[in-house]
């Protein structure tokens, strides 16, 4: 799909400012595909232009984006700059981001863009839950060690990996110091998808390559919010637009400037230079006490925690 | 007696070399075949089955691959600095061993780089490293360090063999098939040894021998910063440059001191080698063991005092989990060779080679300690329920890699040395061999 001429590019980009929509039959121009996979008719009729000429009506529900090609994503959604905000004082580890996240990216269980670590930054202070996606730093390490372009910065502030020329040297996962990303070390049945490649969508995995959170930008462009934070039921998550200074949850809308002065946002690890776009609100004044996050988990997320303080902590005491 | 005389009677000990390979030798090469077959197998395995099949896991991205690839490279300096340097300073005995050191170089930086493209999730995709390579990635700059390294070594061995080359082709006795006959022809490129070739020769060398050090130097420092530009606590470092290029260096002289032994032993070269060069090799190995030791103690030193969260983290690890190994590696490593080459009633050859090999361990295990521990101790904890993802332990299938990445060492070596006389033949004169110039007396 890349391999389109411009003209093609530009002649589309006109098409959606007209707010016309490209046809069933312009599946080379990528704009819009008939998936023939949503069940069952909206009613709506949508207008659409065959590369013939010939205007047809289609019903909305057959038709959808088509993911946004490899060159196009190294571009960004003009006029935004994401920025994501995770209200520790709500975060339960309900881990519905996790879920809904391998859910849409088609990830194999074992692989997690989002990951929920328990933390307690020294013996102490209180432990909390902590969400963390991809930072989508402004000075990101992974996009200066890469050797071959693979992983970029886009206007938008989204650092998105191309799968397609990711050599797979990992050099950016060391160069992370937030453990961000994930190796495919095996082609898993569950990458497999009937979609075409989108840098944008990380889906489908490409064996023997890097990936990781992605902001969900093919999201956004439908003006959706990324699966994590629609997905959380305490509405941890905010996610917006650090220009307009507006981030929301779903259900609740803040201005991002306020929301950051009132709460005491801040940036995790910001020392270190990388100048992440995820901030934190800290776990104070909390809806939920600690221990809840630790019940109705799977064995196999209970034993992630075995070896930190806390739940030594909490084993001790109860053998006593 | 003329030159020609004084280096056919040479030429006639060294030929059995190059004509005929015994029992023993063959054996020797068959297994070594074996070894690097079952590499070769095991690169197969991983290939068509994935990185899974290797211990490398999302926190642990590299294991000893790149330990290997460090170390090889490492290796690769024993000719490039002891035989430039040794030339530079005119050091009339390094001349029996240089050819070894060269030979060092230019197979162990065949074999290094190989190890970093098995570290690489699609080899199918190494191209883009020249297609869409970005020169801001520190792998780009060693991509350009490494080829300019292989080419400026190659360059500056040839130029050593040349006359040697030559000689073979003129020398009438030698029992070798037609093809290698042939190849020392076409390889001596009508080098006849007329005084302009002669000192064209020697001016031409004298250039390349300051080269491969810059070279060398270049090519080790931009290594280590492959890791010092990362914000691992354990990696990012102002000394690595100059850390590694030692580390690198004291390694070299290990298995310098090593194939001496050997070559020593196969080849009936005592009358050649001698306690002397074992102890000037010996010497110099024991100044960069105070270095090599000088830079680690700094390293570590400062980290434990300071104790940062993240590095008092990581040496908490270093000396707990890899106790016993870091002990080995930068405590016996550097003070074996110290107390061997240190004491003259310990100077023998069996001890300085003992102590080189203690050396070659111990400087692979150093580089495992600066890659594995540094990564299993990240910023934001490792919280893991698969044991395997937390904690790297290499499998079957990278230590076959290994082996036969050693082998294959050992193999071309051996072979190089079926080609050409492992001794400079052209340098060597008749001379009284306990010549006066033996460091530490």
């Given at each position: ?38 069940t069952g008719e909206s009613g709506e009729k949508i207008k659409v232009l065959t590369t013939s000429g010939e205007v047809m ?264 | ?441």
């Amino acid at each position: 799909m890349e391999n389109k001429k411009k003209d093609d590019n530009n002649s589309r980009r006109n098409f959606l400012k007209l707010g016309l929509l490209a046809g069933a039959g312009t599946v080379a121009t990528g704009a819009l595909i008939a998936t023939g996979k949503n069940t069952g008719e909206s009613g709506e009729k949508i207008k659409v232009l065959t590369t013939s000429g010939e205007v047809m009506e289609v019903d909305k529900n057959f038709l959808t984006l088509a993911p946004v090609g490899r060159v196009e994503s190294h571009e960004g959604i003009p006029g935004r700059k994401f920025v994501m905000v995770i209200d520790l004082a709500k975060c339960k580890n309900a881990r519905k981001c996790v879920e809904e996240c391998q859910k849409g990216h088609n990830l194999p269980k074992d692989q997690e863009f989002m990951k929920v670590y328990l933390m307690q930054d020294s013996e102490k202070t209180a432990p909390y839950w902590f969400p963390k996606p991809c930072y989508h730093c402004d000075n990101p390490q992974c996009v200066s060690v890469c050797p071959v372009g693979a992983t970029y910065k886009r206007s938008d502030g989204i650092v998105l990996i191309d799968n397609e020329r990711c050599i797979g040297c990992k050099f950016c996962m060391t160069g992370c110091p937030y453990s961000t990303r994930v190796f495919s070390w095996k082609a898993e049945e569950a990458y497999e998808s009937d979609q075409p490649y989108s840098p944008e969508k990380s889906v489908p995995g490409v064996e023997g390559t890097v990936s990781k959170c992605d902001f969900c930008p093919d999201l956004a462009r439908e003006g959706k919010l990324p699966y994590c934070a629609s997905a959380c039921p305490m509405g941890v998550i905010y996610f917006g637009d650090i220009d307009e200074d507006v981030v929301t949850n779903g259900t609740e809308t803040f201005k991002f400037s306020e929301l950051i002065r009132d709460r005491s946002g801040y940036k995790y690890l910001d020392n270190l230079g990388t100048r992440p776009n995820v901030y934190y609100l800290p776990p104070v004044d909390r809806q939920f006490p600690f221990e809840r996050g630790l019940d109705g988990l799977d064995e196999e997320v209970t034993k992630r925690f075995e070896n930190t303080p806390y739940v030594k902590n909490l084993k001790n005491k109860e053998t006593l | 007696m003329s030159d020609t005389a004084s280096s056919n009677i040479l030429l006639r000990e060294f030929a059995p070399q190059i004509e005929r390979t015994g029992t023993l030798g063959k054996l020797w090469i068959t297994f070594l075949i074996g070894v690097v077959l079952l590499g070769f197998f095991a690169l197969y395995w991983q290939v068509s089955r994935g990185h899974i099949v290797t211990g490398m896991r999302d926190n642990v991205v590299w294991g000893v691959y790149i330990v290997n690839f460090i170390f090889f490279m490492g290796i690769s300096y024993a000719g490039a600095l002891i035989s430039g340097a040794l030339h530079l300073f005119h050091a009339e005995w390094r001349k029996p061993i240089i050819r070894m050191a060269e030979f060092i170089t230019i197979i162990s930086l065949l074999i290094g780089p190989g190890f970093i493209m098995m570290c690489i999730g699609r080899l199918d995709r190494l191209p883009n490293l020249i297609l869409f390579g970005r020169i801001q990635s520190p792998i780009t700059w060693d991509v350009i360090a490494i080829s300019t390294d292989i080419f400026g070594c190659i360059l500056f061995l040839y130029l050593a063999l040349l006359r040697d080359l030559a000689k073979l082709r003129d020398f009438d006795e030698l029992k070798v098939p037609n093809w290698k006959k042939k190849m020392y022809k076409i390889l001596a490129i009508g080098y006849t040894g007329t005084p302009e070739q002669q000192l064209r020769l020697k001016k031409s060398t004298d250039i390349m021998a300051g080269m491969v050090i810059a070279i060398a130097i270049i090519v080790y420092s931009v290594l280590a910063w492959i890791f010092s530009v990362t914000l691992q606590p354990g990696w990012h470092s102002t000394i690595f440059g100059p850390y590694f290029v030692i580390a690198a260096v004291y390694s070299g002289t290990g298995v310098l001191i090593v194939a001496m032994y050997f070559f020593r032993k196969v080849y009936h070269l005592e009358e050649h080698i001698t306690l002397k060069h074992f102890v000037n090799i010996g010497v110099i190995m024991l100044v960069l063991a105070a270095f090599f030791g000088y830079f680690t103690f700094s390293e570590y030193l400062t980290k434990w005092y300071g104790s940062e969260k993240n590095d008092e983290q990581l040496i908490a690890i270093l000396f707990k989990d890899y106790y016993s190994l870091f002990i080995l590696s930068n405590y016996i490593g550097v003070l074996v060779p110290l107390i061997v080459v240190g004491f003259k009633k310990l100077r023998t050859i069996n001890n300085i080679t003992i102590a080189a090999f203690i050396v070659i361990i111990a400087l692979w295990l150093n580089r495992y300690l600066i890659v594995v521990p540094t990564l299993e101790s990240p910023y934001l904890p490792i919280q893991e329920s698969r044991d395997a993802w937390a904690h790297y332990s290499a499998t079957w299938v990278e230590w076959s890699l290994t082996a036969g990445g050693v082998a294959l060492f050992c193999l071309l070596f051996t072979l190089a040395s079926k080609m050409i006389p492992i001794v400079q033949v052209s340098d060597l004169k008749e001379e009284p061999k306990e010549a006066g110039d033996i460091y530490l007396r």
